[in-house]
């Protein structure tokens, strides 16, 4: 995040960046060692981020490109890249008065008890779920706020929520046995300089979508697992949707939607036809060795020779590696843990 210096030179959090959040495969600490590897064996405008997940290759590559192609199926990242990435102008000022205005909030008037009924004691204490709540609520009925501006607020709603969620890194279970304490403080995000570049941000089925649009580098980082991201975010969708369905289980999720293929044992064939349908002069996947967890959910789905198989089907490839121990939430710790990219220059 964003720091200040005080007068006793103590940092102080100011705004959240686009990293600065939990997100299950980031690869915000590898990001540079991609975008190396991207620069040193591509070449082109154009960047078609098609899994782009928590955002932070298309963050690292917006100097490389300009023009750059941004899409996610969930809700809530698609707010998250408006916020970011979008070149609508807004007013900075209008913004930080709804801050200070959000930070006095100490209870709901406007909102009714859907979010503490829901999530009070449990990711949240009641009382930071009543402020959340509120907050949402006073930012869904304001009509002066351009879409820029809305999906700040809201992005900042998510992320200041996340910073303080009694979780262990996604919202399939929350830690219990716990005293849950009034933590919450509303933050603005800082939206990112995209100035003078071309953005496009979709909502899409990844497998449809590459077949309307043409980059000259897309950039592939699919799910890996059986473990569905709108399963294990669903509160913060909930919090970017706000439409208060019936929630149930342990975790107090809504109805799955969405269900990504990736995730099942279809993932090959499917992967193998988002390949041939690319309309891009270099394809770019990132994926790791995650095939001998103990636990079924955390395996992957596409094995390293399905991969080059689709990859080596469309072009020449090169296979890049690097030691990296990935985000865990669980106990597992496996050895020999590696990153790869795969760089495909099309024919």
Known sequence: MEEIMTNKDIPVIEKFNLENRRYIGSKAKISQWIKNLMEENTTGETLFDVFAGTGIISKELLDRYNHIIINDFLYSNNIIYKAFFSNESYDEKK????????????????????????????????????????IREKIERDKELNEKERGILITSLMYSADKIANT????????????????????????????????????????????????DVAFIDPPYNSRQYE???????????????????????????????????????VFDDLISN???????????????????????????????????KVGTTKVFEKDYRFFNAGKTDLKGHKEFVFITEVR
């Open 278 to 312: 690319l309309d891009t002069k270099y394809i770019v996947v990132t994926y790791n060795n995650t095939y001998n967890s103990k636990s079924n959910s955390s395996r992957n789905k596409i094995t390293h020779d399905q991969i080059l198989d689709s990859l080596n």
């Open 168 to 215: 262990v890194g996604h919202y399939d279970a929350y830690r219990k046995k716990i005293d849950l304490k009034d933590r919450f403080e509303f933050k603005l995000i800082k939206p990112l300089d995209t100035q003078g570049k071309k953005i496009e941000i979709y909502r899409e089925d990844a497998n449809k979508l590459v077949k309307e649009v043409k980059s």
């Open 231 to 269: 399963r294990f975010y669903h509160l913060l969708e909930g919090i970017a949707k706000w439409d208060k369905p019936e929630l149930s289980g342990v975790a107090m999720k809504p109805e799955p939607e969405n269900i990504s293929e990736y995730c099942k044992v279809s993932a090959p064939q």
């Open 95 to 134: 913004l930080d008065l709804k801050c200070e205005e959000f930070n006095q909030i100490k209870s709901n008037s406007l909102d009714d008890d859907y979010f503490v009924n829901n999530y009070g004691n449990k990711f949240f204490s009641q009382k930071d779920c009543r402020i959340i709540g509120e």
